[in-house]
């Protein structure tokens, strides 16, 4: 063969795995799937094992039992040896013909960092768990999906963030589509324990979470807000519908799209005040996440007010308190934009990052509006998730894998610089 024919070939098979790479075939949907109580439980057997972070060194500790047990918790840092525990509360709630079970509430702690803790709950606990607590300072490393639903395409999502050894779960809403089915979420528990039984979840709500019937079940959130009870007390949030915590050196704004955003409203004003108590010597990152995005090219849910109204109303107190980031769901794909404020590059604006691929039933969301604004600077309808890991005061890297057919694939990576440590943008 002569030197003009293999080049020939270099450059044509070159050309095809440039193509096949574009042009990434889009998966179909995937139904529910149902996880079942395990064998060896029984109805008083804790299950559906989820933590969260309270405080500074405190940690929650979640689940429910059929049967009326013990809200206890046995820990210590070694396994199978339980020096410590705490007591707490039950709660239980009426859904239509559903009642579901009881739901346990147990905050532990103070907690070493950096320290693995071993746990057991309730009063019939077969299973030990056990979880790292965060690090003491920075780095610390977030993973991210919205819309995670629970099909075959969430169970390989989930099997990719349980490898990318995270600190911190962040769930920008639309958890279960358990979608007034409530046994849904009692399977949803049972979907994600092994991850969220061993690193903190936080999450905020999604319009899956709302759940209201008009007549029949007048109150919204029922579901949610009794099975992921998130730390608003201590933010000086009056609900579970937003809040913030802090984990060294971030400053995590958990903000909620389907309830009052307004100018004046109870959340606008605890927005104001949270933001104010900011330090951003202790925190120089400020990262916000909300369900419906205010910055979106793609066709599905383009124009709806939560996206809209609350970007109006919103965007200003962000873009003056320099948030870093604001990710959001609620469009099933992922996408990122530039630093933008009201519509426009900023060069001190918040990145907006759309991550609501976990997996769900319905599927992806592959149309966009053309051309692409000039402020997208990627944009796939495919299923996946996030990693964030905050490197230092002043970088931190972005990454974004791909579900490619159930293999994780690092698809869109970008180093970000902290506003905070922007002199052109620290002066406020
Ligand atoms: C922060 O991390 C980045 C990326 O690793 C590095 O280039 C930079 O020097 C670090 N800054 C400090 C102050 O350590
Ligand atoms: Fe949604």
């Not at 991210?144 to 990719?160: C, F, V």
Request: proline share 5%.
């Amino acid at each position: 063969m002569s030197l003009k024919w293999i080049s020939f070939l270099a450059v044509l098979g070159f050309a095809l795995f440039l193509d096949c790479v574009l042009c990434y075939d889009r998966p179909p949907s995937r139904d529910l799937i149902w996880v079942p109580l395990s064998d060896d439980l029984d109805s008083s057997s804790p299950q559906q094992v989820h933590i969260s972070l309270v405080g500074e060194n405190n940690m929650r500790i979640s689940w429910i039992t059929e049967d009326a047990t013990e809200s206890k918790v046995e820990y210590g840092t070694s396994s199978g040896k339980y020096d410590l525990s705490a007591t707490g509360s039950t709660n239980s709630y009426k859904y239509l013909m559903y009642k579901s079970g009881e739901i346990h509430d147990v905050v532990i702690g103070p907690l070493k960092a950096e320290t693995v803790y071993y746990y057991r709950c309730g009063s019939n606990p077969v299973r030990e768990f056990s979880f790292k607590t965060r690090p003491t300072q920075l780095p610390i490393k977030f993973a991210m999906a919205g819309d995670l639903g629970q099909t075959g395409w969430t169970d390989s999502t989930l099997k990719h963030i349980a490898s990318s050894n995270y600190d911190v779960m962040l769930i920008p809403g639309d958890l279960s589509y358990a979608d007034l089915y409530q046994p849904f979420w009692d399977s949803f528990g049972r979907l994600v324990e092994p991850l969220a039984s061993t690193r903190p979840w936080m999450v905020t709500h999604g319009n899956h979470e709302v759940e209201k019937i008009p007549v029949v079940h007048s109150e919204s959130f029922t579901a949610y807000n009794s099975r992921w009870h998130m730390p608003f007390e201590e933010s000086g949030s009056n609900s579970n519908l937003y809040y913030s915590f802090e984990v060294p050196g971030v400053h995590v704004l958990m903000l909620g799209s389907y309830t009052d955003f307004s100018n004046g409203s109870p959340q606008y004003k605890w927005l104001e005040e949270d933001l104010a108590k900011v330090n951003r010597n202790k925190t120089p990152w400020v990262i916000a996440l909300v369900h419906a995005p205010w910055y979106n090219t793609n066709s599905a849910h383009q124009g709806e007010g939560e996206s809209v109204e609350m970007r109006k109303s919103m965007e200003g107190l962000l873009y003056r308190a320099r948030v870093d980031i604001v990710f959001a769901g609620h469009v099933h794909a992922y996408e990122r934009f530039t630093r933008v404020y009201d519509g426009k590059p900023d060069a001190c604006g918040t990145v907006h990052i759309t991550i609501g691929d976990g997996g769900n039933r319905e599927g992806l969301a592959s149309e966009y509006n053309d051309p692409k604004e000039e402020i997208s600077i990627f944009r796939e309808a495919s299923f996946g998730h996030g990693q964030f890991e905050v490197v230092n005061g002043s970088h931190a890297l972005w990454k974004w894998h791909r579900n490619d057919d159930d293999e994780s694939v690092m698809a869109d990576s970008v180093w970000l610089r902290n506003l905070a440590d922007d002199p052109n943008c620290n002066k406020l």
